[in-house]
């Protein structure tokens, strides 16, 4: 088997992952998973390297120095090959845990956390308060539901496409009817917690989605959950346009924006192009997804009045 079919084994599809991701991230985050496989480190092991190493970064790009920033930027680089290396190790090995889930999730909250910090601390002396502010806008607000919506709609393809099994789409009241049957006990309190939150996180995610969610209640109550093949094909090929979109959002067009930024020496665009373009992209894509959710939705409607 070629080194290229080996990685596309390792991964949920190829729907959403650009070329790019195939090559720059997920390559050499397998190459990472089969050293990791043969020297027999645990998954857990590799994120919480993830973790330091990409919170390590954060200290580089905080110095005014273009060296420094280089090393910033090569260690963010490999924190991101890690973070793939641990989910493809997972798969390779059938170690998949909770715990390993939670810090998987965790680890680019992280890593930008530090980053933030160092950037503002590097920019206060010519930016005071406003500095602060601005990197609180474009992380806390911006960040956080262009990341979640994405996901969303990459796992809401991944339900047409591949079906309920192969998806990781759940709704809030699943979580919830979840979280009330688990216990505050030694062997359940650590799930019922990252359930508390997870919880608060799927439902930001259907805040921005009211369309898809009568979508979603539909297929449930209308069809009983079964959608026909040729809606999901359909589903799919108006969903295929934008994975791309939900790569940008994600880490590496913004990765990108960040290393430019560092290297002109003008970290402040990336909190502003956060803000700004990102955040249009992000309305853009929520509301060309809402528009054709709304033509399934009148397409049941039809079907259930014949």
Not at 93 to 104: F, H, N, P
Not at 216 to 222: G, R, Y
Not at 240 to 247: A, C, E, I, K, S
């Given at each position: 088997?070629k ?9 949920k599809?190829t ?5 790019f991701?195939l090559?720059?991230?997920r ?10 496989q043969?020297?027999g ?7 919480l390297?993830?973790?330091?190493i990409?919170?390590v ?5 905080y ?7 280089l090393?910033?930027?090569?260690l ?7 973070d ?5 190790l997972?798969?390779m ?12 999730g ?14 503002c601390?590097r ?16 992380g806390?607000?911006c960040?956080g ?11 809401i ?6 079906g ?12 919830e009817e ?5 216990k ?5 309190w ?24 009568k979508l ?7 069809l ?6 040729d ?8 969903s ?8 940008i959002?994600?880490?590496?067009t913004?990765?990108g ?11 402040w665009?990336?909190?502003?192009f956060?803000?700004?373009a990102l ?5 853009w894509?929520?509301h ?10 009148d397409?049941?409607n039809v079907?259930q009045?014949?």
């Open positions: 088997m080194l290229k079919e080996k990685v596309l084994s390792t991964m599809s729907d959403t992952e650009s070329r991701e090559y720059v991230t390559t050499p985050g397998y190459l990472w998973a089969r050293l990791f043969k020297l480190v645990h998954p857990i092991a590799v994120t390297m993830s973790i330091v990409g919170s970064s954060g200290y580089f790009f110095l005014p120095c273009l060296k420094m920033n090393i910033g930027i090569f963010l680089i490999w924190a991101n090959w890690y793939c290396a641990d989910g493809q997972a798969r090995t059938g170690k998949k845990t909770l715990v390993g889930r939670v810090l998987d965790f680890a680019g909250d992280v890593w930008f956390f530090c980053i933030y910090l160092g950037l601390l920019l206060t002396p010519q930016w005071g308060i406003w500095i602060w502010l601005l990197a609180a806008w474009s806390l607000r960040h539901r262009q990341c979640a919506i994405a996901d969303y709609y990459r796992n393809h991944l339900w047409f496409f591949l309920e099994k192969k998806s990781e789409l759940v709704t809030s009241r699943q979580e979840e979280y009330r049957n688990l505050w006990n030694s062997s359940e650590f799930h019922k917690l990252y359930l508390f939150f997870y919880i608060r996180y799927t439902k930001s995610q259907e805040d921005q989605t009211p369309v898809f969610q979603f209640q539909a297929i449930q109550e209308k009983g959950g079964n959608v026909s093949d809606m999901r094909q359909r589903f799919r090929a108006d295929l346009p934008l994975m791309p979109v939900t790569n959002l994600t880490f590496d913004r990765a924006v960040l290393f430019l930024s560092v290297i002109i020496g003008m970290p665009i990336y909190f502003v956060e803000a700004t955040e249009l992209l992000r309305y894509m929520i060309t997804h809402e528009t054709f959710c709304k033509k399934y939705i397409e049941i079907q009045v014949q």
